[in-house]
């Protein structure tokens, strides 16, 4: 038997939900915070097991609303089941294969590569979700993953079912050589199973991949399964230009965490509440993990006017209180294969997470803020840049202390939001802009002319034409929008769009600071509304 919010939970098919006669109402699931003991308490709680208590605890907020939604002409007990009943077929994932294959290495040796793919949802397709190479790969992690990415591509209104995959090697122990047969092999054996292609599933980078990688998949897919499908190479995204890429993309993850800081520094609401001013100006802050993410977080931040304090790696970390330059960071990084050392910064003693700063920004990996370090964060605001990065556990010691932890889910969602770009661009063969820049610049000459025009005419020409001169803003833009800035704008307007809707979401449940689970609520929402008018379900 287990306790939640005060009443019973129930065991279904898939898993723990709120028995009827003990949903709260949102006052009350706000003093209780929402959490279930579905959650392993521990401190390293098993990492799928951690997003299904999460998705729980947004289950049972949104319940009695989804029921209440409900138009059909069941007896309410009958709505409450078929609610429960769709609720139980979002959560677990849906297919999940695992491969073991062999690769001849350069030394003449043979080795099996173990590798993984999650696919959780197919309420929306194809499905979608980055590969990474790492030795820590295993099921339950690609399972979170893929979980992870349903809910985060539902919250940015992202048509996409989420997936997830994972090779389990270490990429420095490997030649190029080697790398490239292990990832076309690993592009064949999804493609035998169903596991890829532009309408199924579309992976794309994540850790220790990059274009590189992508466009070796593109590849061997187009060469082989998809020689006969004009669409072949948007079988995956993340690829360089030449190949179909679409600017923009690398930077996206990075450029996304740092719109979606900005939509929350700038409320005054949340900032009140967290006793600090709106604004980036003489806000501080630190990153664990100067990959992709963290580079291209640090330097939008950088820019508008935050100070990087701190920057934390696998090897060291590094500290300087009168901030850091992201450009000299990387030159340094890229010359020397490390940031120990960086001139402009000393050696920092002890875990740089619990240092001073006004953000923390965990770009690295998943359960780095656990019930044994929550207690000792600074920082007022968490920005999760890694997937998975906060403990249930330290999640309720953050809102209990009052930091705002703006949730993974909806912060590093810049990835796939522009992954999507990159496809829509695939299947419609033609760049963003190119057919429309040439018509925009003409349109804009002749707006000045008109402008001109009409001051001649009303003043007239005395003293001779009476010249209309843009500014230097407008004179950037008058040839119209490029493919970088249509994915900016894109990727900008997506994420102010779907903080607005998580902000609502948390006034209308009164969940104060808890984003997580208003965001986990949006996507429970969004997705429910898909099952429930497909009419494909319980017939």
């Keep these: 038997m287990y306790r939640y919010l005060g009443g019973l939970l129930t065991r279904g098919a898939g898993g723990l939900y709120p028995a009827a006669d003990t949903l709260l109402p949102a006052s009350s699931l706000l003093r209780h915070r929402g959490y279930s003991q579905a959650v392993d308490p521990s401190d390293d709680p098993n990492f799928f097991t951690m997003v299904e208590g999460f998705f729980d605890r947004g289950a049972g907020i949104v319940e009695d609303k989804l029921v209440e939604d409900l138009r059909t002409r069941e007896s309410p007990e009958q709505k409450r089941k078929r609610v429960r009943g769709i609720l139980r077929i979002i959560k677990p994932c849906n297919h999940v294969l695992s491969l073991s294959f062999p690769i001849r290495r350069d030394s003449g040796e043979w080795e099996v590569i173990e590798a993984y793919r999650a696919q959780h949802s197919q309420h929306r397709t194809p499905c979608k979700g980055g590969i990474r190479y790492s030795t820590d790969v295993s099921v339950d992690e690609v399972k979170a993953l893929a979980s992870l990415m349903t809910y985060k ?97 690398i930077s996206a993850t990075g450029r996304g965490v740092f719109h979606g800081i900005e939509n929350f520094i700038n409320e005054a609401s949340y900032m009140s509440q967290i006793g600090m001013c709106p604004g980036f100006k003489d806000k501080t802050y630190i990153i664990q993990g100067f ?138 063969h033609v760049s963003y802009g190119r057919l429309t820049f040439k018509y925009e610049r003409d349109s804009n000459y002749h707006l000045l002319m008109s402008v001109q025009e009409s001051l001649e005419r009303k003043f007239g020409k005395h003293g001779g034409s009476i010249p209309v001169v843009p500014t230097s803003e407008f004179q950037a833009r008058i040839s119209g929008a490029s493919e970088k800035d249509i994915v900016h704008s894109g990727l900008a307007y997506t994420m102010e769009r779907s903080a607005r809707q998580i902000m609502q979401t948390a006034n209308r449940y009164n969940l104060g600071l808890d984003l997580r689970t208003a965001a986990y609520v949006n996507a429970i929402e969004k997705i429910f509304k898909v099952y429930r008018d497909s009419g494909l379900i319980f017939t």
């Design 153 to 249: 591509c539902a919250i940015v209104d992202v048509p996409f079912g989420g997936a997830k995959a994972g090779v389990k090697i270490n990429t420095k122990n490997y030649t190029d050589a080697e790398l490239e047969k292990i990832t076309r092999r690993f592009t064949i054996e999804l493609a035998k199973k169903g596991f890829i292609g532009p309408g199924i599933d579309v992976p794309a980078p994540d850790m220790s991949t990059g274009e590189r990688e992508m466009s070796w998949i593109a590849d061997t897919f187009a060469t082989t399964m998809g020689y006969n499908d004009i669409n072949a190479h948007a079988c995956v995204t993340g690829k360089p230009i030449s190949q179909g890429g679409i600017h923009g993309r």
């Design 291 to 428: 990959g992709n993410v963290g580079l291209h977080t640090m330097r939008y931040l950088h820019r508008y006017g935050a100070k990087c304090v701190g920057i934390a790696e696998m090897d060291g970390s590094i500290w300087n209180p009168n901030g850091m330059d992201p450009k000299e960071l990387e030159e340094y990084k890229l010359a020397n294969g490390s940031i120990v050392g960086f001139p402009n910064s000393t050696p920092y003693e002890g875990s740089i997470l619990e240092a001073d700063c006004d953000i923390l920004i965990p770009a690295a990996s998943e359960k780095q803020l656990t019930k044994s370090n929550a207690h000792r964060i600074k920082a007022k605001i968490i920005a999760e840049g890694a997937n998975g990065p906060t403990t249930p556990e330290a999640d309720r010691i953050f809102l209990e202390r009052n930091v705002l932890v703006i949730p993974d889910m909806y912060l590093n969602a810049g990835g796939v939001t522009v992954s999507y770009f990159e496809w829509l661009k695939n299947l419609n």
